[in-house]
């Protein structure tokens, strides 16, 4: 069974760097059949995308959000990671994880994670 | 595009169907079968209804049912239950120099 679970500081204070990993069970990272992705949702708001990385190192971001996230992958740890930088009260939501299969653009999701900003 | 169109809400009694629309563009939803839809009850995380407009993923029931007419995909759930009551979004590949993947606003679904 496949399994994604997000960890990292649940408040980060303003301007600083928002750190989040997703650790993965039951599938390696290193398979080409999915992207793997980061997702967000603030309180009462709608999904959205912020973006993927491919086992291969390449990547997409939503423009929204490209001038200030970076998601890399770590093979030998099944992990992959979300850095956003310069955040705001804005930047509060809950963040989810997610595998997409690459094949049908359909996404399979972590548990989520609130993350504060706040001072 | 930001965002694919939904209702904001729709209802309906128990045992009733209801359907859930989402509108996009010959670049996403018109062009492509890759429409999926989630379910999200609260404080939850979204779980996948339905992939490539109409497939079921293995677990799910098939009182949901998927389709797609041009550009508006849409969530038909017949014998509706207690249960389903949830948020629903869709999503869609969309064709962009920037962008692989567009959400829906988001349906609240009120079982009365």
């Known amino acids: 069974q496949v399994q994604l679970q997000e960890s990292g500081p649940g408040l980060v204070k303003p301007s600083e760097t928002l750190s989040l990993t997703c650790t993965v069970s039951g599938v390696s990272v290193s398979s080409g059949t999915y992207y793997w992705s980061w997702i967000r949702q603030p309180p009462g708001k709608r999904l959205e995308w912020i973006g993927y990385v491919y086992y291969s190192g390449h990547t997409n971001y939503n423009p929204s959000l490209k001038s200030r996230v970076t998601i890399s992958v770590d093979t030998s740890k099944n992990q992959f990671s979300l850095k956003l930088s310069s955040v705001t009260a804005a930047d509060t939501a809950v963040y989810y994880c997610?595998?997409?299969?690459?094949?049908?653009?359909?996404?399979?999701w972590g548990q989520g994670t609130l993350v504060t900003v706040s001072s | 595009q930001s965002a694919l169109t939904q209702p904001a809400s729709v209802s309906g009694s128990p045992g009733q169907s209801i359907t859930i629309s989402c509108t996009g563009t010959s670049n996403d939803v018109g062009g492509y079968k890759y429409v999926s839809w989630y379910q999200q009850h609260p404080g939850k995380a979204p779980k996948l209804m339905i992939y490539?407009?109409?497939d079921r993923p293995s677990g799910v029931s098939n009182r949901f049912f998927g389709s797609k007419s041009g550009n508006t995909a849409s969530l038909t759930i017949s014998g509706l239950q207690a249960e389903d009551e949830a948020d629903y979004y869709c999503?869609?590949?969309?064709?962009?120099?920037?962008?692989?993947?567009?959400f829906g606003g988001g349906t609240k679904l009120t079982v009365l």
């Open positions: 997610a595998r997409i299969v690459t094949s049908n653009w359909s996404f399979y």
């Open positions: 490539d407009v109409s």
């Open positions: 999503s869609s590949y969309i064709r962009s120099l920037t962008l692989d993947v567009i």
